[in-house]
């Protein structure tokens, strides 16, 4: 975003405004309701802003019709001189430079103002968009992140709140200080001489056209160039990204093909935009120059006959060079609103989705919960799925067992467990904990009975002391450590440099695959809670680390009630009960051994694993 304010004269690659193709909102008016709703708490500092860009454009337009003064003056001195009746007036010429320079110091000190203040308002309004939005991720429900990309929502927070902020900024001083300078500049052309004002005024219609004509014919070429732009940027990134890949299968001849295709179409999209962009400019300076032509002929001819000042030509050649500036500015700033409101339609879009639905005002108390839980016919599926997830599951599970649920993929294992913890409702049935069905319970205080240790470990960046902490942020630095020794920790962080001080970096990467795993035991160790869940939390792992992981979770899953989500049917062989799952229903139960006894759909997936060994 920075680029484009840096850029905000010129069009893509250099060319002028207007060449960019620009974003455009769904709803213009209904978004920029919503942000001028958004920007009403600020109208204070807007309006002064507003009065203080309008004052200080007006100051710095005089300054050419002072100057057009001075050289009057300088002029009808020399003629006085020629004469011999007089000579220059340097104490008028003196207090003309006066007034001119304190013209432009007022200027510039309302140009500073106005500058300062925006930009306060711009942070506030920023600072305030990213809280709610913030706020907003908090209470969205995890249907709307399966239906939206991480990338997705980070570019709400990032991207478009930058774009909003960045280019009001720019935009709203822009637009006011724009309109007053074209207003001003005409009112000034208007006073020296209507008849050269007209021609000034003619010359605009007929680069304007020129420009249209250029503009049509360079708009697709831009439009290939953005994107085969991306098209190349795409496949140098997936090729540079599976290099070896490339290298094994040889496919460096095909890669190198591809991308000579996307590359000359670049080329020649790119040659032809930058060449007929090109050309704008020029034409541009050509009907400005032949408007210059005309003005200084017939205001040579208005000065010989004493209608205007030599002085007022100067002046009126000034001000035409300056009314085509604004007038570009008001075409960026057009493209400039078109992308601040399609970045603010996709902010608002996002804080109007539905939030998740409100606890019960009758919310039942986690204390003395046991962690009996109870699944009654319970049906669910996806908003996206017309096919259901769960069809119908019903089981009870005693506080303090270990229940394995196993089946294929796609058999509705996961969901099971995003069911129990409320991340979705279901769709019909009822899940009941110690006989109280979860949705009487407020989500945090249902989800703090809950721990989970998952297959894909997460750790953020910061100490392992407060990754562990993480768990119970409450806990004691002892409380850590001792959740750390009964999850095989301690012994590992130790032999750190830095100890529980040492510092994970962002992707974790000074660590091993295993060590983080043992430090989300550690984290579920020290949340201490009723029931836990074990989601494939060994399936990443060596067979040794293995081992040593699920010695912690043996010391874990002790006086506790666990859901063992297992895809190797081997480390499940001591559950108090297995719950074998197809389709979304429960087609088998019983314990590992009366399960394969009954040479059904268990014993099939069990010995197939070890079919696939003996296969490879």
Sequence with gaps: MAENNKMR?????????????????KDFTGTLKKLLKYLGKYKI??????ICAILSTIFNIIGPKVIGNATTEIYEGVIKMISGTGGIDFEAIRNIIIILIGLYIISVLFSYLQSYIMVGVGMKFTYTLRKNISKKINKLPLRYFDKKTYGEV???????VDTIAQNLNQGITQLITSITTIAGILVMMFSISWQMTIIAILVLPISSILIMIIFKKSQKYFKAQQEYLGHVNGHIEEMYSNHNIIKVFNGEKKSVEEFKKYNDILYHSTWKSQFLSGLMH????FIGNVGYVIICILGGYYASQGIITVGNIQSFIQYM?????????LANVSNVLQ??????????????????????SNTASIENIKGNVEFKNVKFQYDNNNVPTIKNFSAKVEAGRTIAIVGPTGAGKTTIVKLLMRFYDVTDGEILLDNINIKDFKRNELRSVFSMVLQDT???????????RYGNLD?????????SKKAQVDHFVRTLSEGYNTILDEDTTNISQGQKQLITIARAFLADPKVLILDEATSSVDTRTEMQIQKAMDELMKGRTVFVIAHRLSTIKNADLILVMNNGDIIETGTHNELMKKGGFYEKLYNSQFEDIEIA
């Excluded at 980070?154 to 478009?160: E, G, K």
């Excluded at 992308?339 to 019960?360: G, H, Q, W, Y």
């Design 154 to 160: 980070l570019s709400y927070i990032t991207n478009d």
């Design 321 to 329: 060079k300056q009314f085509t500036q604004p007038i570009s500015q």
């Design 9 to 25: 004269h010129r069009g893509p690659m250099g060319g002028p405004p207007g060449a960019r193709p620009v974003e455009k909102a």
């Design 458 to 468: 997460w750790a953020f960046n910061g100490s392992i002391m407060e990754n562990i």
């Design 45 to 50: 500092g807007i309006v002064i802003v507003i």
């Design 282 to 285: 020029p034409i541009m300076n």
């Design 475 to 483: 806990a004691t630095d002892e409380q850590v450590i001792d959740a």
């Design 339 to 360: 992308s601040t409101i399609a970045a603010a339609e996709r902010v608002f879009e996002f804080l109007d989705e539905k939030e998740e639905v409100p606890d019960n």
